[in-house]
C-alpha cells in the first residue's frame, strides 16, 4: 500500500485538523442555555434574521428558518430543544455563508451574524456576541459590493418645509449632507436618492415617503426621535472629536443634521465602526451641480443599456484602471457640471492628457498596481480586513511613487497638484512589507501570513511547532526500528490525534509502554506518553502561532487605520487622476473633440455622433449630424419616418451637452456648448404598470413635468409626444406643447422635437423661432433608402408603408394599404392641400382645431394647472375626443 494515502498530513502540512469540538451541534450544547441566549438575542434584532454561529454552520432558528429557507433553497429541518420542544431549523456552512448572506440581502432581508468571539473550551458554552447587522446599506465587506458602484445607506428627515438628507457609504466612511426645500413628494429628492445609488432608506416611523421613490432600496422606519439635531450633533462630537457643528462646516444645515443622526445611530447598531479619521462628511450644494431624473438617466442611457448595442455611457467611458477611479466616473455623470469655469478647469486636464499620449500610457500602466485603497481603509478600521486586504494595501503604497512620476511626467500644473497627494505615510509600507509575506492567504485563520523573521515570539513557536512535527514525522521510522514491526503505521483521526496502528498478527511484539486506545477488526490502536506530547506541541504552538498572527495582523490594521484621512486623501487624489487619464483615453481613441463650453445660449454642433450606435455600427457607418440651436432657432421641429434616425439624432445631442458638462470631450468635428441647466428627456413609450398608468397618461405626466421644471436654460428633447393617442388629440397636443414652450415667456428654451406628423412643420411660419428639419431618405420606385442625414426643411409626408414593406409585411397587405391611404387623402382635401400647398399650410393645421376639444385644449392655461388637474383634464378631453 501506499505510504501517500493515510491521513497523517494535517498537521505536517501545516494545517491543523478541524477542532472536533467545533462540530458540535446544538444538541450537544445542552438544550436551554443556547436556546435561551439565542432567545435573548433575536429579542435584541427582532427585525434580522439571526445567524448563529455553531461550529462549522451558521443556523437559524423558529420563524427565521421558515423565512429564510425558502430563499436560500436550503431544507428546513427541525431539532428537539427538551422542554422547548421541536423547532424548526436550517444551516448554512460557515466556509460559504457568504453567498447565503447576499441573497437574504437580495430579498431585502437584514441578517445579525452570532458568532463566537471567546475560544472554544471543552464543557463550556462558547461565548457569542452579534458583531455585525447587515443590510442594503451598511455592507461594506467586499464581497457584497460592486467595485465601480457605492451604495450608501441614505436616512431622509423632514423639518420645517424642508427635507435633510444624510448619505453615508459605510465602504468609505464617507457622509453627504444636504438640504432640499419642499416635503416628501418634490422631484429634488426623487434626483437626490437616485443620484446618492441609495441602498437603503432610512425614515422615521410613519413618514409618508412616496414608495415609488426608488423602488428597489430597502426601507427602514426608525423611530422619529433618532432624527434629532440636538442628539445628533452630541453623536457627531463623538464620533469627529470636534466640538461644534460650526467646526464641521455643517452649521447651515440643521435638518441634514437630524438625518446624519439617524444614519449614524441605525450604522452604530449594525457595528460599523467609524473613527475620526475614517468618517468625512461633505456638504453637497446643489447649486453648482445639474439635476439628472431618471427619464433623462434613462433615456440617455447613462448606466444602463436600452437599445441592442448593450452599451451604456458609463460603460463607454470606464476605462478607469482603479474601482475609485470608476466611482468617481459614475459621479461625475450623475452630476454634470453648470459652472463654466468649473468645465473648464475638468476638461483642461483632459486635453492636456489627450496631447500626453505616452506619459498617459505610463499613467494607465502604474494605475493598474493600485488596489481600492479607499474600501480597504475602512476594512481595517473595522477589523475586518484579511491578509490579502493589508498585502493590498501595502501594494498600493508601494505603487504610489510610481504613480506620482507617471503623472508628473506628463507636465500639468494641476495633475501635478493631484500627483503631489497620490502619497501614503512610509511608515505603512515599510512595516507592511516587514510584515507580510509576498502573497498571503486569503484568511489569517490558518496562519501564513507574516513573513518569518518579522516576529522573534512568532517564530520560536514556529521553531517549536516544527520540531515536534520533525519528532512526529520521524516516529514512524524510529518505532518500526525499535519494536521490529515492518507493518507498524502512524496515523491520525479527529477523535484521538495520532496513534500507533499494529496488525493482530504483531501484537506480541508491541513494547510495554504502549497504551492502547482502540480495538479495530484487525489491528490495535495504540499511543506513547512521547507521541502525545509532542501532538499536545504541534497543536498548541500552531495555535499560539496562529493567535499571535492574528494579534500582528490587527495591529496592523490599527496602524492602516490610523493613517485612514492620509489614504483618503490619497484616494480622492487616485480617483482624479484616473478618471481623468479614461476621459482622455476615450477621446483620444474616438477622435473626440473638446467643446467650447460658455453661457451663450448656444448649441452648436458639427458632426456629432451618437457614441453607443457609433460603436455598435462599427468604423465609418455611423452618419455624422449637425446641430444648431441659438437665440434665433429654440425648437427644432424634426420630421422623418420611423428607423430613419430621429431618435438617435436627439438623444446624441443630449448626450454631447452632458459629456460637454462633465468636462469630457465630445463625439464631433466641433462643438459650442451653452451650458444647459438641465437636461429634459421625454423619449420612447413605457407602461407605468405598478402606478397602473396607461401609456399615454405616463408620455403626458413626463411631459407636464418637463413643462413645469424647464426655464430658458434648459435643453428639452420630446421625441414623438402624442404618439399614444388618436391623431388629431396626439396632433394637437404636440402642437400645443411646441407653441407653449416658444410664447411662455419663462420658457423659450432650447428644444428637439422629433415627430411624425409631418403637418406640424407648418409651424414655423407662424412661431419665428422654430426651424423645421428632415432626415433625409431616398426614394426609388417603391423602395426607400435611409441615409440618416439631417438636413432643413420639413418632411413633405409620412413613409410608413414604406418601412412596413421593409419590414417584411406582405405585398398584399401593402397594396391595400396604399389604396386606403389614397381613400383617405381623397376625403381629407384640407390635409392634403395642406401637404402639397405651403400657402396653406396654416389652414390646416388649424383643421383640427375647430374641434372643440383641442379648442378647449389651446385655451387651458397650463401653468395654472396642477398636475393632477393637468391629468385630471386630459383624461375628460380624450373622452370627449373619442367619442
Ligand atoms: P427613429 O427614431 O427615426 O424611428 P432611430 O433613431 O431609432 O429611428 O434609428 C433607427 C436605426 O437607424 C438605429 O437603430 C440605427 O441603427 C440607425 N441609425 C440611426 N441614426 C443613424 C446614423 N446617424 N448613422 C447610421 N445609422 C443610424
Not at 438575542?41 to 427582532?46: E, L, Q, S
Amino acid at each position: 500500500m501506499s505510504r501517500g494515502g493515510r491521513v497523517l498530513a494535517p498537521h505536517l502540512a501545516g494545517t491543523p485538523p478541524a477542532d472536533p469540538r467545533h462540530t458540535v451541534g446544538i444538541d450537544d450544547a445542552g438544550e436551554t442555555p443556547i436556546l435561551r441566549e439565542y432567545r435573548a438575542v433575536k429579542a435584541g434584532f427582532p427585525e434580522a434574521i439571526v445567524l448563529a454561529r455553531l461550529g462549522d454552520f451558521y443556523e437559524m432558528f423558529g420563524p427565521d428558518a421558515e423565512v429564510a429557507a425558502p430563499i436560500l433553497g436550503i431544507a428546513l429541518t427541525g431539532r428537539n430543544f427538551g422542554n422547548a420542544g421541536r423547532l424548526p431549523m436550517c444551516g448554512v456552512p460557515q466556509q460559504t455563508a457568504v453567498q447565503y448572506i447576499r441573497r437574504l440581502l437580495d430579498a431585502g432581508k437584514r441578517v445579525a451574524l452570532w458568532d463566537q468571539v471567546g475560544d472554544v473550551e471543552a464543557g463550556r458554552l462558547v461565548r457569542r456576541a452579534v458583531t455585525r447587522v447587515l443590510s442594503a446599506g451598511t455592507v461594506l465587506e467586499d464581497e457584497y459590493l460592486h467595485p465601480a458602484a457605492v451604495s450608501r445607506c441614505v436616512a431622509v428627515s423632514p423639518g420645517a418645509g424642508r427635507v435633510g438628507v444624510a448619505a453615508l457609504d459605510v465602504s468609505t466612511g464617507h457622509l453627504e449632507l444636504s438640504e432640499l426645500a419642499g416635503g416628501l413628494d418634490t422631484p429634488a429628492l426623487a434626483e437626490t436618492l437616485q443620484r446618492l445609488d441609495a441602498a437603503e432608506l432610512l425614515t422615521p416611523e410613519d413618514s409618508a415617503l412616496p414608495q415609488r421613490l426608488l423602488p428597489h432600496a430597502a426601507r427602514t422606519e426608525l423611530p422619529a426621535a433618532l432624527f434629532d439635531t440636538a442628539r445628533a450633533d452630541e453623536r457627531l462630537r463623538l464620533l469627529t472629536g470636534t466640538v461644534s457643528a460650526q467646526g464641521l462646516g455643517i452649521d447651515r444645515v440643521p435638518v441634514a443634521r437630524a438625518a446624519a443622526g439617524a444614519v449614524l445611530a441605525y450604522c452604530e447598531r449594525a457595528r460599523v465602526v467609524l473613527t475620526p479619521e475614517l468618517l468625512r462628511i461633505e456638504v453637497h450644494e446643489p447649486r453648482s451641480t445639474m439635476r439628472l431624473d431618471a427619464q433623462t438617466v434613462r433615456n440617455l442611457e447613462l448606466f444602463v443599456p436600452l437599445g441592442e448595442h448593450g452599451l451604456s455611457i458609463m460603460s463607454l467611458l470606464d476605462r478607469t484602471r482603479t474601482p475609485m477611479g470608476a466611482r468617481r466616473l459614475r459621479a461625475f455623470l450623475y452630476e454634470p457640471l453648470i459652472d463654466v469655469d468649473a468645465i473648464a478647469a475638468r476638461a483642461a486636464v483632459v486635453e492636456t492628457m489627450v496631447r500626453a499620449r505616452d506619459s498617459r500610457r505610463g499613467l494607465r500602466e502604474a494605475l493598474t498596481r493600485v488596489r481600492d485603497i479607499e474600501r480597504l481603509v475602512s476594512r481595517c478600521v473595522q477589523g475586518t480586513a484579511t491578509p490579502r486586504d493589508l498585502a493590498a494595501v501595502r501594494d498600493t503604497c508601494a505603487a504610489l511613487p510610481d504613480v506620482q512620476a507617471a503623472a508628473e511626467a506628463i507636465g500639468d500644473a494641476a495633475v501635478s497638484a493631484s500627483a503631489r497627494r497620490c502619497r501614503a505615510p512610509d511608515e505603512l509600507l515599510t512595516h507592511l512589507t516587514a510584515l507580510l509575506v509576498d502573497d498571503p492567504p486569503a484568511t489569517a485563520r490558518d496562519g501564513g501570513a507574516v513573513r518569518p523573521g518579522a516576529d522573534g515570539e512568532l517564530d520560536d513557536l514556529l521553531t517549536a511547532g516544527a520540531d515536534a512535527r520533525v519528532f512526529i514525522g520521524a516516529l514512524e521510522a524510529r518505532e518500526r526500528e525499535r519494536t521490529g514491526i515492518r507493518s507498524l503505521r502512524l496515523g491520525y483521526n479527529r477523535v484521538f490525534g495520532y496513534y500507533i496502528d499494529i496488525p493482530n498478527a504483531q501484537q506480541g511484539n508491541v513494547p510495554a509502554d504502549y497504551i492502547r486506545k482502540q480495538t479495530l477488526a484487525g489491528s490495535e490502536r495504540y499511543v506513547t506518553a512521547d507521541l502525545k506530547a509532542q501532538e499536545t506541541f504541534v497543536l498548541h504552538a500552531h495555535e499560539r502561532a496562529v493567535a499571535r498572527e492574528q494579534a500582528l495582523l490587527h495591529a496592523a490594521m490599527i496602524m492602516v487605520g490610523a493613517h485612514a484621512a492620509d489614504i483618503a486623501e490619497a484616494a480622492g487624489a487616485l480617483a482624479g487622476l484616473d478618471v481623468t487619464q479614461a476621459l482622455a483615453t476615450v477621446a483620444d481613441e474616438g477622435a473626440w473633440v473638446r467643446p467650447r463650453v460658455d453661457a451663450s445660449g448656444v448649441i452648436d454642433i458639427v458632426e456629432g455622433r451618437h457614441p453607443l450606435v457609433e460603436e455598435a455600427l462599427g468604423p465609418g457607418r455611423f452618419v455624422a449630424n449637425a446641430c444648431r440651436l441659438d437665440d434665433a432657432a429654440r425648437i427644432i421641429v424634426l420630421t422623418g419616418p420611423n428607423m430613419a434616425g430621429k431618435s438617435t439624432y436627439l438623444r446624441q445631442v443630449g448626450i454631447i451637452v452632458l459629456l460637454a458638462q462633465i468636462g469630457s470631450f465630445v463625439p464631433a468635428a466641433e462643438a459650442r456648448i451653452g451650458v444647459c441647466d438641465r437636461v429634459f428627456t421625454r423619449i420612447g413609450a413605457q407602461d407605468d404598470l405598478s402606478g397602473g398608468m396607461s401609456t399615454f397618461m405616463v408620455e403626458m405626466a413626463e411631459t407636464a413635468a418637463i413643462l413645469r421644471q424647464a426655464t430658458g436654460r434648459s435643453l428639452v428633447i420630446l421625441d414623438e409626444i402624442g404618439r399614444g393617442t388618436s391623431t388629431y388629440d396626439g396632433m394637437s397636443i404636440a402642437r400645443a406643447v411646441i407653441e407653449h414652450l416658444h410664447d411662455a415667456p419663462h420658457l423659450n428654451c432650447r428644444t428637439l422635437f422629433a415627430t411624425h406628423y409631418h403637418e406640424l412643420t407648418a409651424l414655423a411660419e407662424r412661431l419665428s423661432r422654430v426651424r423645421n428639419a428632415r432626415v433625409e431618405v431616398v426614394e426609388e420606385g417603391d423602395s426607400v433608402t435611409f441615409l440618416h442625414r439631417i438636413v432643413d426643411g420639413g418632411a413633405d409626408r409620412s413613409f410608413g408603408i414604406h418601412v412596413a414593406r421593409l419590414a417584411g409585411v406582405p405585398a398584399s397587405v401593402l397594396v391595400r394599404a396604399r389604396d386606403l391611404l389614397a381613400e383617405l387623402e381623397r376625403s381629407r382635401p384640407l390635409m392634403q392641400r395642406a401637404v402639397r400647398d405651403a400657402d396653406q399650410l396654416t389652414l390646416a393645421i388649424s383643421e383640427p382645431a375647430a374641434h372643440p376639444v383641442v379648442e378647449e385644449l389651446a385655451g387651458l392655461d397650463l401653468d395654472a394647472l396642477s398636475p393632477l388637474a393637468a391629468l385630471n383634464k386630459l383624461a375628460e378631453l380624450h373622452e370627449r375626443a373619442a367619442t
